[in-house]
């Protein structure tokens, strides 16, 4: 089996980006609470982050999706070239 490494980066950074929204909205909608949630989840203190603007989310929207489309075309290269190599044998 192979991945469509096109198909499968667009699928990463669409569910990366649909994440990244519902995480911006909570935070912008109770941002003591999802702090306190993400602070013990997380087991860090994020007491000292900064509110969410319309230009933050849309730069991190922006940031965050590329490096995920990035990552899940690495991932599915490395997994085709994997299983290229275990047809080889």
Do not use: K
């Not at 994440?19 to 935070?27: I, R, S």
């Not at 087991?43 to 995920?68: E, Q």
């Not at 997994?79 to 190599?85: C, K, L, R, V, Y």
């Amino acid at each position: 089996m192979r991945f469509d490494t096109r198909r499968f980066a667009i699928a990463v950074a669409s569910a990366w980006a649909a994440w990244y929204t519902v995480c911006a909205f909570l935070v912008a909608v109770a941002p003591q609470q999802t702090q306190a949630v993400f602070s013990f989840a997380m087991h860090y203190d994020l007491t000292g982050s900064r509110h969410i603007s319309w230009p933050s989310f849309f730069g991190g929207l922006i940031l965050t999706t590329d490096r995920a489309a990035v990552f899940g075309a690495t991932a599915a290269a490395l997994f085709n070239a994997q299983a290229d190599s275990r047809i080889a044998e």
